[in-house]
């Protein structure tokens, strides 16, 4: 069966260097996953970056000049991590929405928090063949992905994750659980056992990662529920590691994230 995906080829990147592109999932994913992307250094120079938390959970395929063939858990990040994209690197990589852990993939990210760990090399039967072309490893992570769905959802989980998403991380927690008929403490002890985070926590990442889309366009201000100006670099600083000015600046395109939005 054919799974067209949506694909928003963009510009290199950083020029004659970082190549992105980015799959929309198709429709019955939507609910877990947020999108099937890849990464290409075309350069001889490693290129250093700054990975920024977004609130999703990457599987990440890779190969460079310098490294094997490998596939790699990430954890939720809470804090900013320098990282390098090396010399002739590849990434073909799947970043799942939080639902994915309990209705579609099968392990623990709880432990993960702003940590990684390797999977066997033959994980979801990707092969270093397979980061020769990115649209056949989006139809085959696709197909692979709706062939693991759980069909039996919890109603309250699928609304929680849909309130989360569509106020930005900006709805007390409060009143999502008023929303969804489901206890406060019972949200937060959820959170904690399935992803390592309070909700609380899990919704100032969301609202920091729709932040950074208009520090991009030089709003160096509150858009989106921070108490104050003051507040607002603090949050900043805290999942960014520097203020929103040096973000906007983004020298050498070292948050990559900010560059690819």
């Known amino acids: 069966m054919n799974y067209p995906n949506e694909l928003s080829r963009k510009p290199p990147l950083i020029k004659g260097q970082i190549d992105f592109s980015i799959n929309k999932p198709i429709p019955i994913l939507e609910p877990f996953v947020d999108s099937i992307w890849m990464l290409k250094n075309d350069s001889k120079k490693d290129h250093e970056v700054v990975v920024l938390p977004d609130g999703r959970l990457d599987i990440i395929f890779s190969i460079s000049l310098t490294q094997p063939f490998r596939a790699m858990q990430m954890g939720l990040a809470t804090l900013p991590e320098k990282n390098v994209i090396p010399a002739g690197g590849i990434m073909f990589a799947v970043s799942f929405k939080l639902l ?88 937060n002890r959820y959170f904690k056992q399935k992803f390592g985070l309070s909700l609380k926590e899990y919704c100032k990442v969301i609202r920091f990662k729709s932040s950074l889309s208009h520090i991009k366009l030089g709003k160096l201000f509150p858009e989106l529920d921070f108490s104050d100006q003051s507040h607002f670099i603090r949050e900043i600083k805290k999942y960014s590691g520097t203020n929103p000015k040096e973000l906007f600046r983004n020298r050498n395109d070292r948050f990559i994230l900010l560059t690819a939005l």
Request: charged share 25%; hydrophobic share 40%; proline share 2%.
């Open 100 to 187: 994915a852990i309990e209705y579609l993939l099968d392990f623990e990210v709880g432990f993960l928090l702003n940590s990684e760990r390797q999977l066997p090399s033959n994980f979801w039967g990707i092969s270093e063949n397979d980061l020769s072309d990115f649209e056949g490893f989006s139809q085959k992570i696709s197909e692979l992905l709706v062939s693991r769905i759980d069909s039996n959802f919890d109603d309250r989980k699928q609304r929680l994750f849909q309130l989360i998403y569509d106020s930005n991380g900006t709805m007390p927690v409060k009143l999502m659980a008023d929303k969804v008929f489901w206890s406060s403490r019972q949200i």
